[in-house]
Nanobody
């Protein structure tokens, strides 16, 4: 059974950094396409970053140059390093996994429970 558990969220001031983690079980992170998504109150869920099974990464324009998605096969964990955070990055962040490459579309089959990121100006 595939399970995803996010951690690392919190409150930070504008310009600060956070690293989110997504611990996976039931499969190997390197064998699934994976993505990070976020959803702010009153807004639709949007794709932030994705990584395919070959390690190729994709980012939303709003986070390019500031966020980095990566994975550690030994720890079976997906990461999202976030720097230069802005107030508009405030949202619940979710990791997701699928056998199909959905890139930044919220069509993944497996989802974590989310971790809250709050950026104050």
């Amino acid at each position: 059974q595939v399970q995803l558990v996010e951690s690392g969220g919190g409150s930070v001031q504008s310009g600060g950094s956070l690293r989110l983690s997504c611990a996976a079980s039931g499969y190997a992170v390197s064998s699934y396409y994976m993505g990070w998504f976020r959803q702010a109150p009153g807004k639709e869920r949007e794709g932030v970053a994705a990584i395919d099974i070959w390690g190729t990464t994709t980012y939303a324009d709003s986070v390019k140059g500031r966020f980095t998605i990566s994975r550690d096969g030994a720890k079976n964990t997906l990461y999202l390093q976030m720097t230069s955070l802005k107030s508009e990055d405030t949202a619940m962040y979710y990791c997701a996994a699928d056998r199909v490459n959905w890139l930044l579309l919220p069509s993944y089959i497996y989802w974590g429970q989310g971790t809250q990121v709050t950026v104050s100006s």
